[in-house]
């Protein structure tokens, strides 16, 4: 603290490792998880992140913050069909934030939110390889770069409970969000001809590429939570409403939505409280399906369509605070329903999603 103002600063690391010691894995084949490879493979990814932050009080009612995070990424292999680690990407980027918090009383607040951010490609998109079905080819690009997407978020709060703290729980009455992210260098599915090694055979190739244009997501949410009779058990209804824009290129003179980017989401929960330390619950979710056009020069319309189907899933969930600076959150992610595929003609890929479990530890100092 220094007057008004609070710094605050922090570094994190984080390394994941994924094996697969399996030939039957392969990419892209019926009833089989998109997510494999097409041989054995040793991959690791490190993440190095930093921040500094700046917060102070303009006024009794107004918060400001303005900081700058710093986000390093490194990917590497070791395959198994050739000898040595291979890197594959590294990137850095320094990234801008400023944020605004206005309290209208002691219920309400409106928030402003400006910043940046990255997305690395997928690991499957990124390590080279190529995988043959039929006439239709699948190829990794290891020249893909992160997305870099600008985002302008607008909120407001609503506690139901006085004694609520929204930072805490934003859930904690009516939370209404309205946001727009500009993403540079999307990274999109392609499709070209190719002509097989024989000289007769019209292979169609498959591969991701940064796109040279920008793309927009906007989207509106609304989440609420309710107190029923005895405040010990609450409701939680959420939902929300996207639409993206990807910019046209010479590849694709159409307009179309990103991939992966479904049309709404909906969920339901309901939450107990045991007692002030521990609380339980679960979370219904449902996602519309997405769409995205692919360049197909040969085909008569000039592009063709990859959808996924509906997707939904139920978590459940189990919490407990030790004291006052330690909890420990346990999370079981089911997915009920059909599994959700993604269509391309007349290949269907179904995915296999397996249910999952997550331990988390916090701890605030």
């Known amino acids: 603290m220094l007057n008004e103002h609070r710094w605050s600063i922090g570094l994190s690391m984080q390394q994941m490792k994924r094996i697969n010691?399996?030939?039957?894995?392969?990419?892209?084949?019926?009833?089989?998880?998109?997510?494999?490879?097409?041989?054995?493979?040793?991959?690791?990814?490190?993440?190095?992140?930093?921040?500094?932050?700046?917060?102070?009080?303009?006024?009794?009612?107004?918060?400001?913050?303005?900081?700058?995070?710093m986000s390093?990424?490194?990917?590497?292999?070791?395959?198994?069909?050739?000898?040595?680690?291979?890197?594959?990407?590294?990137?850095?980027?320094?990234?801008?934030?400023?944020?605004?918090?206005?309290?209208?009383?002691?219920?309400?607040?409106?928030r402003l939110s400006m910043s940046q951010n990255t997305r690395e490609p997928e690991i499957t998109d990124r390590i080279p390889y190529q995988f043959r079905q039929a006439d239709t080819l699948w190829r990794g690009n290891g020249e893909l770069e992160a997305e870099l997407i600008s985002n302008i978020d607008i909120g407001y709060e609503h506690n139901f409970r006085a004694s609520s703290d929204s930072r805490a729980d934003r859930h904690s009455g009516l939370y209404?969000?309205?946001?727009?992210?500009?993403?540079?260098?999307?990274?999109?599915?392609?499709?070209?001809?190719?002509?097989?090694?024989?000289?007769?055979?019209?292979?169609?190739?498959?591969?991701?590429?940064?796109?040279?244009?920008?793309?927009?997501?906007?989207?509106?949410?609304?989440?609420?939570?309710?107190?029923?009779?005895?405040?010990?058990?609450?409701?939680?209804?959420?939902?929300?409403?996207?639409?993206?824009?990807?910019?046209t290129s010479a590849e694709l003179p159409y307009r179309h939505r990103l991939p992966n980017q479904p049309d709404y989401m909906a969920q339901i929960g309901l939450q107990q409280r045991l007692s002030d330390r521990w609380r339980h619950g679960l979370c219904w979710r449902v996602q519309g399906g997405s769409e995205q056009l692919l360049p197909a020069p040969l085909s008569s319309r000039g592009y063709i369509t990859q959808d996924t189907s509906d997707a939904q899933n139920l978590d459940l969930y189990t919490e407990y605070q030790w004291n006052s600076r330690w909890r420990a959150l346990t999370t079981l992610n089911l997915t009920p329903g059909a599994s959700p595929f993604i269509r391309q003609g007349d290949i269907r890929q179904y995915r296999n999603q397996k249910p999952l479990w997550y331990l988390t530890l916090q701890g605030q100092f």
């Open 21 to 69: 010691n399996s030939l039957s894995n392969t990419l892209l084949t019926s009833n089989n998880d998109r997510t494999g490879l097409p041989y054995n493979f040793n991959y690791k990814e490190n993440r190095l992140s930093a921040f500094a932050l700046d917060r102070w009080q303009l006024t009794p009612s107004t918060l400001f913050e303005a900081g700058v995070h």
């Open 176 to 247: 209404l969000r309205a946001f727009q992210r500009i993403i540079n260098q999307a990274i999109l599915q392609t499709a070209s001809r190719e002509t097989d090694s024989d000289g007769i055979t019209q292979l169609t190739i498959l591969r991701p590429q940064n796109s040279t244009g920008s793309a927009v997501l906007r989207g509106a949410e609304l989440d609420m939570e309710f107190p029923l009779s005895d405040h010990r058990i609450s409701l939680a209804l959420g939902g929300g409403v996207y639409r993206s824009d990807v910019q």
């Open 72 to 110: 390093s990424y490194q990917l590497s292999q070791d395959s198994y069909v050739a000898e040595g680690d291979s890197g594959i990407a590294t990137d850095t980027h320094w990234l801008p934030s400023a944020h605004l918090l206005h309290h209208l009383d002691s219920k309400r607040r409106l």
